[in-house]
């Protein structure tokens, strides 16, 4: 089912003084698709969700899950959360601790008073889903992290709810079982055609699980789109320096037309790819991820995006080295094969894939 | 939801501040007032009076002996036995909880009493044996002595003290004392140049604490110091209101205002000690053990003074108790004394209208009076963990500021409260000074119940399709059941052995145990007292056994369902 969010602030006091914790969304979340709010601490992603399951009140705007609305300052309507008949599981799960596994998942459908046979047969599909057949008479607060959160998720479906969301929902988990559950969770939610709604700080999680992924700052919605787009295409330096690892250079258009737009920075002119915007003479950003600066073999050379610099540091952290290099006066990272035999102090040359060095504007 | 908020908290400031604000209000307004019946006219004379009084002096030095002499004496105690607990590997360590939770259910009055029979100059069981078998002329010991009356008190408050320090103890940083070790030097000198200054904060709390306690005492001051004619002031206090031909309320309210101000003063430096606490000991959460020093030679005579100090703590009161019920005088154990046994004592108090009365109030305050209190402790728990305004900040202070009332001038603010309204000499007016007097140990247990209630607990209820209401019942209630038992088993035992406020307010018809077991200690019906003592520790221990098993029922049926 779609979510519309129409014009939606909020505003908290902190030490006297008042934050946006939204500003003006508007935001439209396409149905039976995977969409995730990706944005550091303090942006407004849960109190975005939130406002959607109903446990806060925006102070405008409206909100409406399908055809309903289920919030509206100007029409004075606010569906309390046990009325909207959605899904959520909470970054501490949220597990009752005094319930067995069975109580817990059985729960939203006894709150609803369903009839007992029908409880009991989609307490066990939704356990079968989640592989945790047998354990229903276990006290639900002794399983593994990752099978209280399989709990937490089965209960949030039991009730097969119009919108299942997530808060943060991987992050009291361990390294590897968060990768693990993360796989799992992406395979569960494919398996279903429902609208999922996932908050994290963690661009791999947002990047990895979702179809749609919106970064937020300051309680706006900076760029929407997909994975790809995000990772490769943003327009925006804030975007490009909050996923993944950056290079961020600045420079000024020289020239833009066919081909390839050249930036003059601090390091030289950067062939980058073209943008329609970029018109010569603005002041913009170049990124380029360490990933694609490419080190070339043999002695100073010469050419478009070719560059000459100092290998300040390298680490060697396992599947490869990463390094920083200081080209002219500007220091900047950069990842080497496991293999090369470049060493710390080493003078080396390096290329920067045109193809992949996008203009930013700030 | 948000519009019961809002009238809920400053509802609950005006019943809590009706609770504590005015008894201590009507103590300072009292104080200025010639007697009960005289009130609004305004006069300095029982101030003048009662600090005039020649006899002042020498009671103002015994409280100050007696208070800090016996804070000192526990606090040591509670520290070496915390120090063996935590530190070392002395046998039998479940002994130590035992230890800190047991003497608790003994009232204070009980325990008081056991030592008087004991040691007392002229038939003390302890002095009586010295003197039969080693042929003294005079027995040799004497409890009703100012360093008897700290002796028992520190006794009393030893629990309290380890409760505060054993936790300190086992949450400090031991690589602070292990650098000491490497530095070179020993145990002994680590012990005393590293841990007992880090300690400190907890330290300074319990003898602040143990200060406030003996300070509010009245069992250890009435049972062993007025035989002896040793006053401190809360006996002074009692003197003023309860002997002599017209008791003056007026000039115990000027003293016990001095008392209270005193008292609050040293709660607050325990709050602002607690509080530097926190900075000082440094809890960590790399989750190592404390190195445990071997005792080694030393361990099983150790152990033997624990041992020692359990017996007296837990054992001997109610052995003494139940031996003095059973003979008809006092007697030192012997062939004579087993044939002489008989249930004389116990009959007697069966038939004594008076101390079944009491025993009825008394099982009336613990059972209605508790149930009351944790209500209201509920309602108050939740407002100051859970809406955390500026409202419920104050609310929090409100409840804390009892803790600092000694029960005998708060008593007497009550007093001058009461007596203006149709509870006066009632069971109400009881059951209202010990629910504000005690609010804070119902207080406590809930707001750490409601603190473990982590808000997505509800939240998630209410995405699932809870109500609020439903809610409350399927997921708050039951997880609060463990603070809720907890906290009324505290305020049960606490009233079910209540003095010192209700020496004040009992009247005819409003008899409770406690008071009548001084009764027959000011007469000296030790057997009586002893019978009356057992089934008082009975009743409790009762209600203690259902209140457990009450709340291990519905937590267990929550579980089930």
Known sequence: ???????????????????????????NIPANRIFTLLGPSGCGKTTLLRCIVGLETPDKGEIAIGEEIVFSREKNIYVPPEKRGLGMVFQTY?????????????????????????????????????????????????????????????????????????????????????????KELRSFLSRLSITAVYVTHDQIEALSLSDTVAVMKNGRIVEMGTPWDIYFNS???FVADFIGRANIIEGKVKSAGEGFTIIDSAIGPIACQGKNEALPGRAVSVCIRPEFIKLLAGGQGKGQNIFWGHVESLLFVGNIYEGEIRIKNTSLSFQLEPTTKVKEGDEINLYFDPAHCSILFN | MQKTNRALTPSLIVIVGILTICPVIMLFLGSFTEGLSAFGSFTLEKYVKSYSDPALGSIVANTLIFTTGSALLATILALFLAYLNTRTNIPFKGLFGLLSIVPMMIPHVLFAVSWALLLNPSNGMINLFFKQFLGLNET?????????????????????????????????????????????????????????????????????????????????????GMPGRKYVLATHIYRVIATGFAPDYGMAAAVGMSVLAASITLIFLYRYLTSEGEKYVTISSRGYRPTVIDLKKAKYPLFGIVAIISFVLIVLPLVVLFYTSVVPYSMVPSAKAFSLMSWKHWIAVIKDPVSMLSLKNSLFLGVVGATLGIL?????????????????????????????????????????????????????ALLIGYIATYLPYGVRPLSSAFVQIHSHLEESSRVCGGGAFYTMRRVVIPLLIPGIVSGWILMSTMFVRELSLSVVLSRPGTEVLAVQILRFAEDGLWGRLSALGIMMIFMSTILVVIAFFVGAKLTKVNKDR
């Not at chain 1, 059985?106 to 599909?125: F, N, S, T, W």
């Open chain 1, 1 to 27: 089912m779609e979510i519309r969010i129409r014009n939606l602030s909020k505003d908290y006091f902190s030490e006297g003084r008042k934050i946006a914790a939204l500003d003006q969304v508007d935001l």
């Open chain 1, 94 to 182: 949220a597990i009752w601790p005094h319930m067995n596994v069975l109580d817990n998942v059985a729960y939203p459908l006894q709150a609803r008073k369903l009839p007992k046979e029908e409880i009991v047969d989609k307490v066990a599909k939704a356990l079968r889903f989640v592989q945790l057949e047998g354990f229903e008479k276990r006290s639900a607060t002794k399983l593994s992290g990752g099978q209280q959160q399989r709990v937490a998720l089965a209960r949030a479906l039991v009730a097969e709810p119009k919108v299942i969301l997530f808060d943060e929902p991987l992050s009291n988990l361990d390294a590897k079982l968060r990768e693990e559950t993360r």
């Open chain 2, 140 to 224: 040799p010991f004497n409890i009703y002595t100012l360093q008897g009356m700290i002796l028992v008190e520190a006794l009393m408050d030893l629990p309290m003290a380890y409760l505060i320090i054993a936790p300190a103890m086992s949450a400090f940083d031991v690589s602070l004392e292990e650098s000491s070790r490497v530095c070179g030097a020993s145990n002994l000198r680590t012990a005393f140049r590293v841990t007992l200054p880090i300690l400190r904060p907890a330290i300074l709390a319990a003898i602040t604490l143990a200060v406030v306690r003996s300070l509010a005492s009245f069992a250890v001051p009435s049972v062993i």
């Open chain 2, 376 to 428: 209201l402790s509920i309602f108050i728990a939740y407002v100051v963990v859970k809406i955390r305004t500026t409202a419920s900040g104050i609310l929090e202070s409100l409840s804390f500021l009892s803790f600092s009332f000694p029960g005998i001038v708060i008593g007497i603010g009550f007093m001058w409260f009461f007596v203006y309204t149709p509870l006066y000499a009632t069971i109400w």
């Open chain 1, 235 to 237: 327009d925006q330096r």
